[in-house]
């Protein structure tokens, strides 16, 4: 399972990006997705996650000002950033986690900095 993320850049704070994570090949819809991130120093943290049922989850931090949608048509999930601060500053990295084998894959992490 091949993950590839694009969306990544640098940004004014207040300022959005949309990341976008590709998921070819599979029977993508049956799968739960989450964007993670690492900051320097850090260690990764959960950042969003979306069902198979589309139910949503996010962290306290992003709450409000981000989004995950999927377009399970196009084998497909975004994190829609908006509001972005400083703190957001990050590695951010696609997750999938199968629904019927519980494996975790992981995208190679596309780079997001905010800037003051």
């Known amino acids: 399972v091949q993950l590839v993320e694009f969306g990544g850049g640098l940004v004014q704070a207040g300022g959005s990006l949309k990341l976008s994570c590709a998921v070819p090949g599979i029977t993508f819809s049956i799968n739960n997705m989450g964007w993670y991130r690492q900051a320097p120093g850090k260690q990764r943290e959960l950042v969003a996650t979306?069902?198979?049922?589309?139910?949503?989850n996010y962290v306290d931090s992003v709450q409000g000002r981000f989004t995950i949608p999927r377009d399970n048509a196009k084998n497909m999930v975004y994190l829609q950033m908006n509001s972005l601060e400083p703190e957001d500053t990050a590695v951010y990295y696609c997750?999938?986690?199968?629904?019927?084998?519980?494996?975790?894959?992981w995208g190679q992490g596309t780079q997001v900095t905010v800037s003051s």
């Open positions: 979306i069902t198979s049922g589309r139910v949503t």
């Open positions: 997750n999938l986690r199968s629904t019927t084998s519980g494996q975790t894959y």
